[in-house]
DNA sequence: CGCGGTTTTGAAAGCGCTTTCAGATAGCCA
DNA sequence: TGGCTATCTGAAAGCGCTTTCAAAACCGCG
């Protein structure tokens, strides 16, 4: 009878496993572990063994088993609120492209603006064992922080600053009020503003009453008929516009709370006969593609999404590798000028 | 001495595992895992324990180690050209809403429309122990298909038809065509095409070649002059019709890649004195957020990207509960007409 | 109260990897 | 060549679940 070895050259029917190498190569599995985490100590000549055998193979380890002999999961998760806004996936992009290269992965999920929802989509990341959590601002479910506290990872908070938790962010207040300041400094005093839905979104919240704070530094008032609140998008911004019209005292300049704000606002505007900036100035937010083709180019504060994100990366990177981090770290914001303000066309703003 | 239970309530150096549960609800790991798991057969009290104990030690079970024993890693991955692109956003965005709902994950990686890149991080996808696969098109690197093959994990193929892979799609050929022949019915005749850069993408070769032949149909030709190639993006279209016009011969429609291409062919337009449609009429692809109000509202091939997604997930969990599906699902693209194609001014388009 | 047939239950065997620990080898010098 | 380190290597013990299998508990009925 004849005597085959039992590493026939033919597929398995199952996938290859660590001992389908090691017989291979004829080592122990140990040593091919060893081999393939790149760890010193084996010979060259079974380590070359090995390598040619994981090849013939195919072998691909099993994650899974990695994952639970290591406790290392080598997956981070972020949960934001909007994925399919412009800066989030900024931001998405440039955490991954930090993870990617310490050989993680980022598992991404949606909240949609709700605390609950937030709580549930990190909650269910959590479960899948993710060995860091990115967050978006500083408003969360009450019970967010004891379970992530529980399961013992590292968790970082961008795009707005916290003295409670780590973050990686900006002044949001700052910056609108650095916004407001501009607009003032060109004459106006009648400034409007038009935000997304502030509820359970501090970055919001936080840039309106930086603007509030920065009219009544210079004893103005930020009247509660320029104050409009709307979901966002081009649409939103039309409909916000048109709100803050009907209150009966037009502002000369307004401040959006995000470029495509903006752009709605502007497109009212325009359909009602005002012209962009000589009857009204705009500001947006983030610098979207688009921005710097409006016409006229909006001006906007830039948010340095990437920034942002790569910070939030290595932070997390760097905590889960043990390293030490600074817990707060502050990206700026810009105010980029284009031609969407102007001085007041008539002077008192 | 007092003979304390060892399950204290006291907080455990360490998570809480099936064990700790178990020994708290005074039964085995077996049956932990069965109530955990909602399967049947498990008296009433001894399910309400497990339940208490669990909720009591705020026991998250570790998802590797179900991973591994079920050979179920719930979470599929998906590698998209660029992920910062709507219409990829869009289709992860909805791809994940069905995942979610059956309890999977959605992993995201990027590729850069670069088959060795995509290849790099299907791989690491892969290796990861993902249990589905999301690709965008038709071309791939020579070694994915048999990687995947090898993993034994179902693969749906999305924005193009394929008659070698399962894919959720639409017909890009027949779908520009139909746009081609909307302006040569309103009687245009110098038609051009500006796309985003086609190597490695056969979801922008398609259309040209769908338009070139649209164009033949009625005799024809889509001049070398009027077929542009740029990366994608404002800039891009601005360039691209710039660089159109140069050839000499201005054509009187053009039909974009993107919305994005197409808003930056108008502006280079307005710049040059055209007027839209008047003496140009634009037509782009998936009818951004934007493109309603732009001026004028742009005429755009709709892809329902959203739909595409939902079938996808569908279509992967289908096949990863071992459920039939059908090979290729076909996705109409829409023409979408607003105000930015008008018939040629001059009559002979 | 005993019996056959259901339910329920727990012990134990994996899942496929990493890592410890002790034994085997190799290397070196006297 | 022998003895002593310094290297390598493999057996085996987990990691924390799920799931099989056989035993235990329960049930209704005669």
Redesign the interface.
Known sequence: MLDLPDDILEPLGR?PVARDVARRAGVSTATVSRVLNGSAGVRADKREAVMRAAQDL?F??????R??STRR???VGAVVPN??N?AF??V??SV?DRL?QADY??????AGYDLDDELREAT??????IDGLMLVGDIHHPDLHA?IA???IPMVQTFSLSREHPCVGFDNAGSAARAANYLMDLGHRRIGVISGLRKDNDRGGARVTGIAQALAARGLRLAPEHDIEISY??GGGRDGFRQMLAGGSPPSAIICGTD?IA??AM?EARARGLSVPGDLSVIGHNDS??SP?L?PPLTTIRIHSAEIGHAAGDHLIARIQGRPVVRLTEIDAELILRASTAPPRHGDG
Chains 1, 2 share one sequence.
């Open positions: 996938s195919g691909v380890a099993n994650g899974a088993a994952a639970l999961f080598m997956a994925i399919e412009e996936v900024r998405l992009s991954q990617r992965t980022l598992i991404a999920a949606n269910f990341l959590l479960e899948r064992g379970r529980r399961s013992g998008g081009i495509q752009f709605g497109i593609d688009f083709f016409d």
